[in-house]
């Protein structure tokens, strides 16, 4: 048998009200009062609906998040910073896979907004005005993860693209390279494609090296398959590179698997560095050097930032996390004698 609200009044001889009042972990009652109502639920078993409880308390202890991808190590390492911060505030997450696509994610924000959420995460996505309208029309906070907006004042928590890709061509420059190749993302992405591009040249002209559009592939993203594709392409147009910074570590797993079919070894033949330091990295052959973004660090800041503004209705500051190369063995010293 189903116990209702009415139920528990009934049992433990008090109001409606005041059950919900106990509910909801509100003043007006005593302790005796809070005891009878608990061991009534207790006997029945009562299990309150949530969204009568929303209703009430004007919250759903809910957040929502959105991902293009949501089975990616990417996501899956966000996702557990987000989790554990929603589970210390009393939060659930619904988690959407908006696989990049339009009219998903409308339709993810339109059932975000039927769940009643009280916040929302939005990762590694642009805004679109399509998307800020819906999302200002919900009336709740957002954040921004693994991206931000410079049209739409929404905060946001991330890496600072351009200077990490600075950091990983440098890095290669340091090793002794001077012949770098790049395998980019899609070039008219302006939060994860062109910053890259632009933070590998800025290291190349810093050190006086040459910057030429043909040791650079743009693929269409930063998936294994793109890079795969992608170095056999970059050796034909560059073949005397020496090192390369692959844009993601998928797009770096994706060159290091083409250069095994190509017999080219890694880093005697040919050096390459990734971007992100996804737990696969390590387990690759070799394991992989990469430039590390704090994932999981970023979904717990991310979802904090979002309960601070839910909880307390404060305005929160954007993050720039701190970056860093994990040194491994992918990328050869080359040493003149």
Same mark, same amino acid.
């Given at each position: 048998?189903?116990?209702?609200?009415?139920?528990?009044?009934?049992?433990?001889?008090?109001?409606?009200?005041?059950?919900?009042?106990?509910?909801?972990?509100?003043?007006?009652?005593?302790?005796?009062?809070?005891?009878?109502?608990?061991?009534?639920?207790?006997?029945?078993?009562?299990?309150?609906?949530?969204?009568?409880?929303?209703?009430?308390?004007?919250?759903?202890?809910?957040?929502?998040?959105?991902?293009?991808?949501?089975?990616?190590?990417?996501?899956?390492?966000?996702?557990?910073?987000?989790?554990?911060?929603?589970?210390?505030?009393?939060?659930?997450?619904?988690?959407?896979?908006?696989?990049? @696509?339009?009219?998903?994610?409308?339709?993810?924000?339109?059932?975000? /907004?039927?769940?009643?959420? $009280?916040?929302?995460?939005?990762?590694?996505?642009?805004?679109?005005?399509?998307?800020?309208?819906?999302?200002?029309?919900?009336?709740?906070?957002?954040?921004?993860?693994?991206?931000?907006?410079?049209?739409?004042?929404?905060?946001?928590?991330?890496?600072?693209?351009?200077?990490?890709?600075?950091?990983?061509?440098?890095?290669?420059?340091?090793?002794?390279?001077?012949?770098?190749?790049?395998?980019?993302?899609?070039?008219?992405?302006?939060?994860?494609?062109?910053?890259?591009?632009?933070?590998?040249?800025?290291?190349?002209?810093?050190?006086? @090296?040459?910057?030429?559009?043909?040791?650079?592939?743009?693929?269409?993203?930063?998936?294994?398959?793109?890079?795969?594709?992608?170095?056999?392409?970059?050796?034909?147009?560059?073949? $005397?590179?020496?090192?390369?910074?692959?844009?993601?570590?998928?797009?770096?797993?994706?060159?290091?698997?083409?250069?095994?079919?190509?017999? *080219?070894?890694?880093?005697?033949?040919?050096?390459?560095?990734?971007? $992100?330091?996804?737990?696969?990295?390590?387990?690759?052959?070799?394991?992989?050097?990469?430039?590390?973004?704090?994932?999981?660090?970023?979904?717990?800041?991310?979802?904090?930032?979002?309960? /601070?503004?839910?909880?307390?209705?404060?305005?929160?500051?954007?993050?720039?996390?701190?970056?860093? *190369?994990?040194?491994?063995?992918?990328?050869?010293?080359?040493?003149?004698?």
């Amino acid at each position: 048998m189903s116990y209702t609200i009415k139920d528990v009044a009934k049992l433990a001889n008090v109001s409606i009200a005041t059950v919900s009042r106990v509910l909801n972990g509100q003043s007006g009652f005593s302790k005796a009062t809070e005891e009878k109502v608990l061991n009534a639920i207790k006997e029945l078993g009562y299990q309150p609906n949530a969204f009568a409880r929303s209703l009430i308390s004007k919250k759903s202890n809910t957040v929502g998040i959105l991902f293009p991808e949501v089975s990616s190590q990417f996501s899956s390492k966000i996702l557990r910073g987000v989790e554990e911060a929603s589970h210390h505030h009393g939060s659930s997450v619904i988690v959407c896979n908006t696989a990049s @696509h339009g009219q998903r994610t409308m339709k993810y924000l339109q059932l975000l /907004t039927e769940k009643r959420v $009280d916040g929302v995460l939005f990762v590694s996505e642009m805004i679109t005005e399509e998307y800020y309208n819906t999302l200002e029309s919900m009336q709740i906070p957002v954040v921004l993860v693994s991206t931000e907006s410079y049209q739409y004042p929404l905060p946001f928590v991330k890496v600072d693209d351009k200077h990490a890709a600075f950091t990983a061509t440098d890095y290669l420059v340091k090793m002794g390279h001077s012949k770098i190749g790049m395998l980019s993302g899609n070039k008219e992405d302006i939060i994860a494609g062109q910053p890259r591009i632009d933070g590998y040249k800025q290291a190349l002209a810093l050190r006086g @090296h040459d910057i030429t559009d043909k040791n650079i592939i743009h693929s269409q993203g930063f998936s294994f398959k793109d890079g795969f594709a992608g170095l056999p392409k970059l050796l034909e147009q560059s073949p $005397d590179l020496t090192a390369v910074f692959a844009a993601s570590d998928a797009l770096a797993l994706g060159a290091i698997s083409s250069a095994y079919k190509l017999g *080219v070894k890694i880093p005697d033949d040919l050096s390459i560095i990734g971007y $992100d330091n996804l737990p696969i990295a390590e387990m690759a052959i070799p394991p992989l050097t990469t430039v590390a973004q704090p994932l999981e660090e970023m979904g717990m800041v991310a979802a904090e930032m979002l309960f /601070t503004i839910m909880e307390q209705g404060k305005r929160v500051e954007s993050r720039i996390m701190p970056h860093s *190369v994990v040194e491994r063995e992918s990328v050869k010293k080359i040493i003149f004698t």
